[in-house]
Structure formats: structure tokens, C-alpha cells
């Protein structure tokens, strides 16, 4: 009895000495939430309100045609925030169909800028602005073919700021599929040299781009009867969105009011699933037929149509949104890739787009690192094993945070600026 | 009807029909006498036959227009209404900035405070004259949301007539304020010329000071809107901004 007392004291001040060295504080347990949520307010990193932010737009090809509803999209538009004094400097590549200006971005510039940085931030490649104003071909995804054109996008930025600034050393990052592109950037530097990046940090990267494209296509299966009852699910979410809005006190379409509906709909995971796979669905069909509209492929658009400023889209727009990235992959994505490289088999090109195609400069390359997160839902089963093996220590796993629900987490924030400050 | 609207009316009116002309089909162009080449994935190859969607429903018969008027609205922006919206918030200081916020507010409860009487509506009636009554006299004509305790609402004469039954009617894109329809573009002129109407009853302005009231008014008005045009990175954003404008004005309605 004495003993099993005492055994199990020990046990509890061994957990409770391990939750002193070891804790992780970020709340969220389940992955679909943290995914959806993010870090609820007292969780989140001090960072400054604002920052010497300056939005510019920059032409990367003189002589590009840009499809007549897509005019405004002509230049590439990026910001920058610049410090006074000689400093490292940092670009920031954002993920899957996000813009250089969106949440994710502008939180880690605040972060970096605190820390001393100048940081210059980029659109995702598969960002509608990038592929019609930055994308060589038109048609983005390819891990290769992507970091020349975010390579190029870095080169014209810096050619633009290289007289204003004194940089000591350039860094790269980039979260979800700009943490693939970072990889591959870096690569590229290897080789191009321009920048001799010191250090690059993935976080929350695919392994293999095709594994996650599965994942997000598949989560829209979580729709009550699938994705031709979309509409129905759609009106359902707007009515309970709805009903918490109609009651609510204050009117104000804001996150705190997003999260009281969260709490009053509260969703379960099959829901949030689909919420996810719907919000992925919608860059997919923005990236797809942006891209058909920039190759004139007849994917969807019918090939010897043209669209005008005026043209309404039509059953188009609900055509782009049936598709899933998978089917861009097998009858878009896989046919362009073919007339480039006759031969090659979708095989090789699914194995082509990962980062396991590149393990052994990964392994070898002591100025990469990654963060990630156990409960990724991107990753198929396995996959995060993967980091650990590859990167050694310089991967950091997270036991949670879903996708990316703990980034603005305050012990992630100092984790990413730690990796270049140290 | 006062004399500044009185001679901005027609103008206004000009420039519309001058932008409606611009305005053309919005079917694609095809060469003469083809067919549109069968691609990839047709409407045929993956939609359900005869299924509709929320957006077959919202009725936009002046899509055209409304395009132009969308992308006037863009270099309206750009290269007008941003600049000077950054210029006011880098010389106003930013209490000076807040109490001319907080001003307008006060201004626009009188316009909430109508249409919930208008709507029937007792606890936003209440509330709105409790907020309308104590920031226009302890909070010194509102220069301070003194009564920010109380729930406060945005009711407008769209919304009214919708509360009582008329539709929102077609989609319609106005000129620097965005998004409206029939219904809420109407609501807004009428809720404008009230307010107009209520301050001169009120005040005796000058010519001068009734253009500053309008301009600051407008500038505040874009200052506290995030959305930007042609950010969203879809190249459905028309259709999407046409889909939320309208789901959200059912709501506004409902509540």
C-alpha cells in the first residue's frame, strides 16, 4: 500500500516535472478546430499593431498578355517593410492560394520586423496574381518550375530595393505549400546564388504535394450527400450563421463574432472537415480557371471562347468548383507537363512533386529546418515521420495545432524567429 | 430637396447613363459562325441537370452596368478614394480620428432610430434612443460613444422595406459605395436625403461647411471597410461579392 502510494507520487511528480520542462500550452486539442480556429486571442505572440508596411507592385514579364477579365492583374503585388539600419532580410512565400497580404503573411512579417528583420512578402504561386502575372507558363504546382518563378519574383524585388537597404544576410520561409516552395527555393539557390540563403525554415510543408491534394479533394466527401448538395449545405451554414448573427447584440462581421457562432453552431468534426475541404475547393477553382484562362487549354472554358471585361461566367464558375486539385493534377496539370516531357508518367510526376524527391540534400543541408505539427490533417498517416528521420533535430513536431491552428501560437512564433536568430 | 443635391442629382444622373452606354453584352465571343469546342469538363459532363444554386437566384438583369460600375469603382479606389482616405488618418490625429468617426455614427443612429420606428421594432427604438439621446448630450453630439454599453444597430430604409415584404429587386452595383440593389439603392438615397433634410432644419450651414460634412462623411465611411478590390485572388469575384452583398442584406433584414 505504502509503496504503491509512493509510486504513484513519483508518478505524479514525474508528470508534473515533465509538464514543467515540456509544456505546451496551445489549447486546442482536436485537429479539425485548431485547423479552423486558430490561437484564441490570450494565446497569440505580442506583436506589434503595425509595422512600416509598403505595398508595390512590380512588372516581372514586359511583354505578357493578360486574358481581358484579368486586366487589373497585370503586375505582381507585394509588400515590403524595411529597417533603418543594415539588417538580415527575410521573404515570406504564403500558402496554397493565399496572397502576400493575408493573415498568415502579415503575422509573421510583424513577428520578423520586431525581431529586426527586413521582410519582403510574396503571393503563393498558385495565388491568381502570381500565375497571371509571375507564372512562366500559366499553369503553377510544379515544385521546379514554381521556385524559378518565385526565384525570378525574389531577384526583381531585390534589384528594386538593393540600392535602399544594406542586407547582412537572406533568410526564406514560407508556411503550408510555401513551405514546399521554400524547400525547393533554397534548392534552386544552391545552385543560382544570388541570394546564398543562410538559413530556410518549412512550416506545416506537405511531404507528398499529391498525398495532401487527396486529403483536402477528399474532405469534401463530409458534405451531407456530397458535393453536388453543396448548395444545401451552403444555405444551411448561412442560416445557422444566420440565426447566431439575427440574435446577436453587436453586428459586426469580426472574429470574435465568428468564433460566437462557432461556439453556438458548434460544428463536429465531419462539418469542419467539409468547411475545410470547401474553403481549399474554392483556391482550387480560382487557381484552375485562372489558369485556363491564361492558357487557353479548354479545360473549362471551351478554347476559341474568349471572355471579355463583361463576361459573366456562368455555369463555368460552378463547373471550376466541382473540380478538385486532383482532377486539375490527371487532365490539366499531367497533359501540360507531357508536352514538356514527352514520356513521363504520372507516376513519376506525382513522385516528382514531394519533398521525399529531394531527401538527400534535406538531409544534408544543415541550413533547413522545419516546423510541423503531429496532427497535421494535409499529411497522410506516417507521413510526419518522415521530418524527424530526414531533418534530425532541426525538426520541431508539435504534439497538436491541426494545419497551422497553432502558427500564431506564442511559443511557435518565438520557435520560427528562434531558428534565425540563433 | 436641398440645392447641393438639387445640382448634384443630375449630374450624378449624367455620369450613370455616360457609364451605362460603356456598358455591353456579357456573353462570351466566339469567331464568327463556330461552335464553342467541347472542353475538358462541360456544365453537360459534371453538373446535375436542371439543378439551380443561391447565386442562379439573385436577379442581376443589368450585369453589364454593374461590371463597369464595379471596375469605375476599382479606379475610384485606387487612384482616388484610398489616397485621400491615407492622407485624412496621416494628418488627423487618431482621437480626432475617432471622435469624427464616433460623430457619424451618432448622425446614422438617427437614421437607425427612424427606420426601427418605422419597423415596428420597441428594443431597437429603446435602445437607439438611449445611445442617440446620451452621446449627442453627454457625449457632446456624439464626438463620444459614451453609451457604448448599448447594443447598437444599423437600420436602413432598404431594410425596412423589406421588412415589409418588398423584394431586394436586381442586383445593382452603385458609384464609390459598391454593392446595393433596387430596394437598398433607394433606401440609401431616401435615408440621405432625410438626414439632409433633418440638418438643415437643424443647422444653418454654409455652402462650405455642408461639403466638409459630406466629404469627411464618405472618407470615414471607406476608412472602417477592410475590403479592397480585386484582392480577393478569384476570378469569380463578382459573382461572390454579389452572393454575400445579398445573403448578408437577407440577414440584415431578418434581425
Known amino acids: 500500500m505504502k509503496q504503491g502510494l509512493s509510486l504513484l507520487l513519483a508518478v505524479a511528480w514525474m508528470t508534473t516535472g515533465w509538464a514543467a520542462t515540456e509544456p505546451y500550452g496551445y489549447p486546442i486539442t482536436d485537429r479539425w478546430q485548431a485547423t479552423v480556429i486558430g490561437t484564441p486571442e490570450q494565446f497569440k505572440a505580442d506583436l506589434p499593431d503595425t509595422i512600416p508596411k509598403k505595398k508595390r507592385r512590380i512588372t516581372i514579364f514586359e511583354d505578357r498578355e493578360v486574358p481581358e477579365p484579368l486586366w487589373f492583374d497585370k503586375d505582381l503585388r507585394y509588400f515590403y517593410a524595411l529597417q533603418k539600419d543594415p539588417a538580415p532580410l527575410i521573404f515570406l512565400i504564403a500558402g496554397t492560394g493565399v496572397s502576400y497580404d493575408g493573415g498568415k503573411n502579415n503575422n509573421m512579417a510583424r513577428a520578423f520586423y520586431q525581431a529586426g528583420f527586413h521582410v519582403v512578402s510574396i503571393s503563393s504561386p498558385t495565388y491568381m496574381n502570381f500565375v497571371v502575372a509571375a507564372s512562366k507558363t500559366g499553369v503553377p504546382g510544379h515544385v521546379y518550375r514554381d521556385a524559378e518563378d ?273 | 430637396m436641398n440645392i447641393t443635391l438639387k445640382k448634384f442629382l443630375p449630374h450624378a444622373l449624367v455620369l450613370l447613363a455616360i457609364l451605362s452606354l460603356g456598358a455591353c453584352s456579357t456573353a462570351p465571343v466566339l469567331p464568327e459562325g463556330e461552335e464553342p469546342l467541347e472542353p475538358r469538363f462541360s456544365a453537360d459532363r459534371v453538373l446535375i441537370k436542371g439543378a439551380t444554386t443561391s447565386a442562379d437566384e439573385i436577379s442581376d438583369p443589368w450585369e453589364g452596368f454593374n461590371r463597369s460600375m464595379y471596375r469605375f469603382n476599382y479606379r475610384f479606389d485606387k487612384y482616388v478614394f484610398l489616397p485621400v482616405v491615407t492622407g485624412y488618418q496621416a494628418i488627423t490625429p487618431d482621437f480626432m480620428e475617432k471622435g469624427i468617426h464616433n460623430f457619424f455614427r451618432n448622425i446614422q443612429d438617427i437614421t437607425t432610430l427612424i427606420n426601427s420606428i418605422l419597423q415596428l421594432s420597441a428594443e431597437k427604438t429603446a435602445n437607439t434612443t438611449v445611445r442617440l439621446v446620451v452621446n449627442s448630450t453627454i457625449g457632446i453630439l456624439g464626438f463620444i460613444n459614451v453609451a457604448h454599453e448599448v447594443p447598437r444597430s444599423d437600420e436602413d430604409f432598404g431594410q425596412t422595406l423589406g421588412r415589409w415584404g418588398v423584394g431586394p429587386g436586381p442586383y445593382l452595383v452603385l458609384p464609390v459605395l459598391g454593392p446595393s440593389s433596387l430596394r437598398d439603392g433607394t433606401g440609401t438615397l431616401v435615408d440621405a436625403i432625410v438626414i439632409k433634410e433633418i440638418r438643415n432644419a437643424a443647422l444653418d450651414l454654409e455652402t462650405w461647411q455642408e461639403w466638409t460634412w459630406d466629404i469627411l462623411r464618405v472618407i470615414d465611411l471607406r476608412a472602417h471597410v477592410a475590403f479592397r478590390y480585386y484582392e480577393t485572388g478569384s476570378p469569380f469575384e463578382y459573382e461572390w461579392v454579389r452572393l454575400l452583398y445579398t445573403t448578408k442584406r437577407q440577414l440584415d433584414v431578418e434581425r
Open chain 1, 150 to 422: 518565385i526565384y525570378r519574383v525574389m531577384e526583381r524585388i531585390w534589384d528594386k530595393l538593393q540600392d535602399r537597404i544594406e542586407v547582412t544576410d537572406f533568410f526564406v520561409t514560407g508556411y503550408s505549400l510555401g513551405g514546399l516552395n521554400t524547400a525547393f527555393v533554397t534548392l534552386l539557390d544552391e545552385e543560382r546564388q544570388v541570394f546564398n540563403f543562410k538559413k530556410a525554415l518549412l512550416i506545416n510543408p506537405p511531404v507528398s504535394l499529391y498525398n495532401s491534394i487527396s486529403l483536402l479533394d477528399r474532405m469534401l466527401e463530409n458534405i451531407p450527400g456530397g458535393v453536388d448538395n453543396f448548395d444545401r449545405f451552403y444555405n444551411r451554414l448561412v442560416e445557422q450563421i444566420g440565426k447566431v448573427y439575427t440574435r446577436a447584440d453587436s453586428v459586426s462581421l469580426n472574429d470574435e463574432f465568428l468564433y460566437k457562432a462557432f461556439e453556438a453552431v458548434n460544428p463536429d468534426d465531419e462539418e469542419l472537415a467539409a468547411l475545410i475541404g470547401v474553403s481549399f475547393r474554392i483556391s482550387s477553382a480560382n487557381m484552375t480557371f485562372t489558369s485556363d484562362l491564361m492558357t487557353n487549354a479548354g479545360y473549362i472554358k471551351p478554347a476559341n471562347m474568349t471572355f471579355t471585361k463583361n463576361t459573366s461566367p456562368g455555369d463555368l464558375q460552378i463547373v471550376a468548383h466541382r473540380l478538385g486539385f486532383t482532377d486539375f493534377f490527371h487532365t490539366y496539370f499531367y497533359t501540360h507537363e507531357k508536352k514538356l516531357q514527352p514520356g513521363i508518367t504520372r507516376r513519376e510526376l506525382v513522385d516528382a512533386m514531394s519533398l521525399t524527391e529531394i531527401e538527400d540534400y534535406l538531409k544534408n543541408s544543415p541550413k533547413i529546418e522545419v516546423m510541423h505539427n503531429q496532427d497535421d490533417i494535409i499529411l497522410a498517416p506516417g507521413e510526419i515521420d518522415f521530418f524527424p528521420r530526414v531533418f534530425g533535430d532541426r525538426a520541431k513536431v508539435y504534439p497538436r495545432g491541426g494545419h497551422l491552428g497553432n502558427m500564431e501560437y506564442r511559443d511557435n512564433v518565438d520557435h520560427m524567429v528562434r531558428v534565425f536568430t540563433q
